[in-house]
Nanobody, 121 residues
Framework: VQLVESGGGLVQPGGSLRLSCTHF????????MGWFRQAPGKAREGIAG???????YYADSVKGRFTISQDSAKNILYLQMHSLKPEDTATYYC?????????????????WGQGTQVTVS
């Protein structure tokens, strides 16, 4: 199972970015998929998740600004980010979990991408 993120970069406050995560592996390995982020000196934070049946989950910090979606046919997970703030600056990771709750708890997810940097400045 391999997850590969792309789409990070430098954006001005108020701008938008779309992150992508391509999943290489069996569909059974992604009962839950999520986006997490980690800023220097801070704990890893779960920000958006989606269950196989389409239920979506968001952290309060991004609700109304970020949207998670997936293209199951192409095995791609997306995170559309609008109204970006400097505090959104972090390394963003996608992750997958085979079964169980889709809570945005990073310790529950088994497979991780390498991360993509988002800088809002």
């Amino acid at each position: 199972v391999q997850l590969v993120e792309s789409g990070g970069g430098l954006v001005q406050p108020g701008g938008s970015l779309r992150l992508s995560c391509t999943h290489f592996g069996y569909s059974s390995s992604r009962h839950c998929m999520g986006w997490f982020r980690q800023a220097p000196g801070k704990a890893r934070e779960g920000i958006a998740g989606i269950r196989r049946d389409g239920d979506e989950y968001y952290a309060d910090s991004v609700k109304g600004r970020f949207t998670i979606s997936q293209d199951s046919a192409k095995n791609i997970l997306y995170l559309q980010m609008h109204s970006l703030k400097p505090e959104d600056t972090a390394t963003y990771y996608c992750a997958a979990r085979r079964r169980g709750s889709c809570l945005l708890d990073w310790t529950l997810y088994e497979n991780w991408g390498q991360g993509t940097q988002v800088t809002v400045s």
